[in-house]
């Protein structure tokens, strides 16, 4: 199985800095004939399923504001959040849709310091 | 639009078995694979099985291999999760989300069902 480990556990930015998590695979999801990275990110707020944020690594899902940016190849990723708001508290999960089972990152807590 | 209705969830004895069901509705369903996805009280998430859009693919997660079996009714538009043999371990909310493709991301999830394993 292919193990997703994210840091950090969790991160205080002040409203409006830049919030960074990392995502690192213990092997590659990077599949090369069509040179797409099957690692996704995901966004849940207390209480609520996830939501998907970035597919392919680094493509944004339907109506996700561009203030969240995923990069990245093969075994390391990062989803940015560019100027940290106030709606984007929550817990951060990346994983992986390139081999089976499907595995997903222990998660990132983003709080307002 | 899009939805995703989980419902069976409770609480169940050790050693007892439970079946948990997604309605969905709005879309294709009979095009696309199924997930289950489960989380543990202030844990994290663990995907649990897939079926594919036929139901002739399956996969399930080594944790419940052998205890839990996916299925799907494309008349109903319906995917079932029959889980047997439960453990304190099972107790999670169970959400069923919707593949882009066979493993792929999820766009859409249901709300979720608790299930709770308790004596």
């Known amino acids: 199985d292919i193990v997703m480990t994210q840091s950090p556990d969790s991160l205080a930015v002040s409203l409006g800095e830049r919030a960074t998590i990392n995502c690192k695979s213990s092997?590659?999801?990077?599949?090369?004939?069509?040179?797409?990275?099957?690692l996704a990110w995901y966004q849940q707020k207390a209480g609520q399923p996830p939501k998907l944020l970035i597919y392919w690594a680094s493509t944004r899902g339907s109506g996700v504001p561009d203030r969240f940016s995923g990069s990245g190849s093969g075994t390391d990723f990062t989803l940015t959040i560019s100027s940290l708001q106030a709606e984007d508290v929550a817990v951060y999960y990346c994983h992986q849709n390139y081999s089976p089972p499907p595995t997903f990152g222990g998660g990132t807590k983003v709080e307002i310091k | 639009q899009v939805r995703l209705v989980e419902s069976g969830g409770g609480v169940v004895q050790p050693g007892r078995s439970l079946r948990l069901s997604c309605a969905a509705s709005?879309?294709?369903?009979?095009?696309?694979?199924m997930h289950w996805v489960r989380q543990a009280p202030g844990k994290g998430l663990e995907w649990v099985a897939l079926i594919s859009y036929d139901g002739n693919t399956k996969y399930y997660a080594d944790s419940v291999k052998g205890r839990f079996t996916i299925s799907r009714d494309n008349s109903k538009n319906t995917v079932n999760l029959q889980m047997n043999s439960l453990i304190g371990e099972d107790t999670a909310v169970y959400y069923c989300?919707?593949?882009?493709?066979?493993?792929?991301?999820?766009?859409?999830w249901g709300q979720g069902t608790l299930v709770t394993v308790s004596s």
């Open positions: 709005g879309f294709t369903f009979s095009i696309y694979p």
């Open positions: 092997q590659s999801v990077l599949y090369s004939s069509n040179n797409k990275n099957y």
């Open positions: 989300a919707r593949g882009a493709t066979l493993l792929g991301e999820y766009v859409f």
